[in-house]
């Protein structure tokens, strides 16, 4: 059992691999026992204090990579006799924890056939971050779109616009290309020959784009062709990369929140045109109970403080589930307790900032009930003002 190994055993054993690295990186399997030993972050401050090693854990991998923190040879006789020296640990990023499907997207993606795909997931679960995260690996460009923010059709296909010409000072009529070409053009020379990577549109909240604005989709969506088209308002026919493909986004399954709890964890009450929807893969996203308990362990190096968290965490959403509560609380509400927790140093006050004042009155009383169970403080009492000096508007 990994708890059975001492400090001092995990030190030893991860010295010997670093010494047979010789002064590279080396790497033990995650669920291996000294993997699960190194995997608790006393243990890892230990060797860090201790033995100037640096432990990452990749959870996608299933891996922890060690690495000396001076990048010097730690077998050496000579760094053994040294005083050791604390290096600082970046709190402020945390290593991202792909979803355990991401091999079928990039494989998918290595396919010559337009896949288009349709992340489905609650507020706040990473769609935003996977898709941008995707294009890196890919060495794509992503391009974003956000139906929220009532594009106009110019502006995603294209339009008429007024540029001063810098020599004349003369304004000019000229036609724009909207995001979406320019999504459809990426890596494509004048004479639209193939010359570089292809883009990755992303589309979040497509369902909030208003159909006479986004009537092209389902034509893209919907060509078999390698290389899309469509003809724009002035004439033009526009034919894309062979490798450019669309991500829509939304909330559900493109039918509209179904039930309480989906109000509760979704922007979208519309419902996608039903041809759409025919023609996509749909990729189901979740709030990732691994990565959230990573970004926890990685940004306070505390198991205690992440178990407290994690323990809130699963109150809360049974709640919404109930449909108790409204207010999300999702993977991004985890990175802000973590991040406020760095500023403030106590949990209860990183909880105040990072949830309670966002929260509607009376979910404030059912937060504190269950933070008040957890970790027998009064959040509302100790850090809300009572005292009537100030008046809320």
């Not at 306070?300 to 109930?322: F, N, P």
């Amino acid at each position: 059992m990994a708890n059975q190994i001492s400090d001092a055993e995990v030190a030893k054993q991860c010295r010997a691999l670093l010494e047979k690295a010789k002064g590279g990186a080396a790497t033990v399997p995650l669920n291996s026992p000294i993997g699960q030993a190194i995997n608790k972050a006393k243990v890892r401050g230990h060797l860090v204090t201790n033995e100037n090693i640096v432990a990452t854990i990749d959870i996608p991998g299933n891996v922890i990579t060690l690495i000396h923190a001076d990048d010097a040879d730690a077998g050496s006789k000579a760094k053994k006799t040294q005083p050791k020296s604390t290096p600082k640990v970046d709190r402020h990023r945390h290593t991202y924890c792909p979803p355990r499907f991401y091999k079928d997207i990039i494989d998918m993606y290595n396919l010559p056939e337009p896949i288009d795909l349709l992340f489905v997931g609650p507020t706040g679960c990473g769609k935003t971050t996977f898709a941008k995260w995707l294009g890196d690996q890919l060495g794509r460009p992503v391009y974003l779109i956000r139906g929220s923010e009532e594009l106009t059709k110019d502006e995603l296909w294209g339009g008429k616009t007024v540029e001063i010409d810098e020599a004349s000072q003369q304004n000019h009529i000229v036609y724009k290309d909207g995001v979406v070409v320019r999504a459809m053009l990426e890596g494509l020379d004048e004479n639209g020959e193939e010359v570089g990577p292809p883009a990755i549109l992303f589309v979040d909240e497509f369902a909030a784009i208003r159909s006479e604005v986004g009537l092209h989709f389902n034509h893209l969506a919907g060509c078999d062709d390698v290389r899309r088209t469509i003809t724009l308002d002035d004439g033009r026919t526009i034919t894309s990369h062979s490798g450019f493909r669309i991500i829509f986004a939304g909330n559900t399954k493109g039918r509209g929140a179904a039930d309480l709890a989906q109000m509760a964890y979704t922007a979208q009450s519309q419902a996608l045109d039903i041809s759409t929807l025919d023609r996509l893969i749909v990729v189901e996203f979740g709030y990732d109970k691994r990565a959230e308990k990573a970004i926890m362990q990685q940004k306070t190096g505390d198991d205690r403080i992440t178990e407290k968290v994690l323990q809130i965490r699963d109150q809360i959403r049974s709640h919404i589930k109930q449909g108790a509560l409204s207010t999300p609380f999702s993977t991004r509400t985890i990175v802000n307790i973590a991040r406020q927790y760095l500023a403030v140093n106590k949990l209860e006050k990183a909880l105040y900032y990072a949830c309670m004042t966002r929260l509607l009155p009376e979910e404030k009383v059912k937060y504190n009930e269950v933070c008040h169970t957890i970790l027998a403080v009064d959040i509302l009492k100790k850090f809300e003002d009572s005292s009537g000096d100030y008046d809320y508007m």
